[in-house]
């Protein structure tokens, strides 16, 4: 496999986590509108500020990550394996974000921290973050 193609498979896995967190945040826009009774304005402001943090925090935190990324996969020798994708200090990186998401969905589900509006927030700022980022992987 060539470094082109190992840089598409890491663009594409974090198009991936940004689907996967878009489709939860579905699940949390209707339970806030249905179970906990916010106004539909209420939950597109909080959405539309989310998207507003998440292009932020795309351009100036996970862009750089994708940069490093890519120049180390240009470092590796061909042919390159799919696991090459990431560093393996990433793996550790994603077990902990999947575990901060599922804390995020526990303390929603309690109706602490603003219940599921809070956690349609940040999972909204986090998809729009690694969406928007991932353009760097298939500009390679």
Same mark, same amino acid.
């Given at each position: 496999?060539? #470094? +082109? ?7 594409? !896995?974090?198009?991936?986590? =940004? ?7 579905? /699940?949390?826009? +209707?339970?806030?509108?249905? #179970?906990?009774?916010?106004?539909? @304005?209420?939950? !597109?402001?909080? &959405?539309?500020?989310?998207? @507003? ?5 795309? /351009?100036? &935190?996970? +862009?750089?990550? /994708?940069?490093?990324?890519? /120049?180390?996969?240009? #470092?590796?020798?061909?042919?390159? #394996?799919?696991? $090459? ?8 990186? @994603?077990?902990?974000? &999947?575990?901060?998401? @599922? ?6 589900? $309690? ?12 999972? !909204?700022? !986090? =998809? ?13």
């Amino acid at each position: 496999m060539t #470094r +082109r193609a190992l840089s598409r498979i890491a663009g594409t !896995v974090w198009c991936t986590g =940004a689907l996967v967190l878009l489709a939860r945040s579905v /699940a949390f826009f +209707r339970i806030a509108r249905d #179970r906990e009774h916010r106004s539909t @304005i209420a939950l !597109v402001a909080a &959405v539309g500020l989310a998207a @507003i943090v998440g292009l932020a925090k795309g /351009a100036f &935190v996970l +862009r750089r990550s /994708a940069a490093r990324n890519l /120049a180390r996969i240009e #470092r590796l020798p061909e042919p390159v #394996r799919p696991w $090459q994708a990431f560093p393996p200090a990433y793996a550790l990186l @994603i077990l902990f974000m &999947v575990g901060l998401g @599922i804390a995020v969905r526990f303390v929603a589900a $309690q109706g602490w921290l603003g219940g599921h509006i809070t956690a349609l927030a940040i999972y !909204v700022a !986090v =998809a729009v973050a690694l969406a928007s980022s991932s353009k760097r992987y298939f500009e390679s």
